[in-house]
């Protein structure tokens, strides 16, 4: 998905993790939702088409980033959908404030093995303020010893593989958008391994 007009490209994680959103629209109105590392946030803005409450994140050190967030809200009719700087890793005021969240939306995050830990200590920090959330996220499976396990079991989080055949994201031609190549795109969701009261 190419918009030339503002040279925003849209990753096939992107693409595959919105036809999650759209395939579970009927639980999204309400629901408070964060999209992390959101760039041209296609999730976010289709979670807040459906009803959800979003807020959409990118690093605040990439100001073109958190740009890339605010013109797809205006594309999309959105302007009232918060972007705000999360750094990875970093505990700031502004992820100390935010409002209780239900769901965690992150599309293609897990890019570079070198942003893993500081990527799941600010999921750990969000899941453990909101117990009962949920983390979505959709990747791209880029070399043979790629994984998070150990990193997930490290942070006493806990994983749940979602084929992508059950939502309909295993074709070749995805929302209009060629999948370029045989990506191995995998969507998990993560949560808290011990949730209270279990």
């Known amino acids: 998905v190419l918009d030339s007009q503002y040279g925003m490209y849209v990753w096939p994680c992107a693409v595959v993790l919105a036809q999650y959103l759209w395939a579970h629209r009927q639980s999204l109105p309400g629901k408070r939702v964060l999209e992390i590392g959101a760039g041209v946030s296609l999730p976010g803005v289709v979670a807040a088409r459906c009803g959800a409450q979003v ?12 740009q890339s967030c605010r013109s797809s809200c205006l ?6 959908v918060p972007v705000l700087g ?9 992820l100390l404030a935010l409002a209780p969240i239900d769901i965690i939306l992150g599309s293609d ?4 093995p070198k942003d893993f830990e500081d990527i799941l200590t600010t999921i750990y920090f969000l899941l453990e303020k909101n117990p009962q ?4 996220t959709t990747y791209q499976v880029r070399s043979a010893d790629w994984s998070i396990e150990a ?5 006493k989080l806990k994983s749940i593989h979602v084929p992508l055949h059950s939502f309909g994201a295993d074709k070749e031609h995805l929302a209009s958008s060629s999948m370029p190549g045989r990506h191995t795109i995998e969507m998990m969701i ?8 279990t």
Do not use: Y
């Not at 995050?109 to 570079?112: A, H």
């Not at 959330?133 to 979505?136: K, L, R, S, T, V």
């Not at 990193?151 to 942070?155: M, R, V």
């Not at 993560?190 to 009261?197: T, V, Y």
């Open 151 to 155: 990193l997930l079991c490290k942070w």
């Open 109 to 112: 995050v897990f890019f570079d």
């Open 75 to 80: 594309m999309n009719r959105l302007p009232h």
């Open 86 to 94: 999360l750094t990875w890793g970093r505990v700031s005021p502004e």
């Open 55 to 66: 807020i959409l994140s990118d690093s605040e050190e990439l100001p073109q980033c958190l």
């Open 190 to 197: 993560i949560s808290l391994a011990q949730s209270e009261g």
């Open 133 to 136: 959330a949920q983390f979505w």
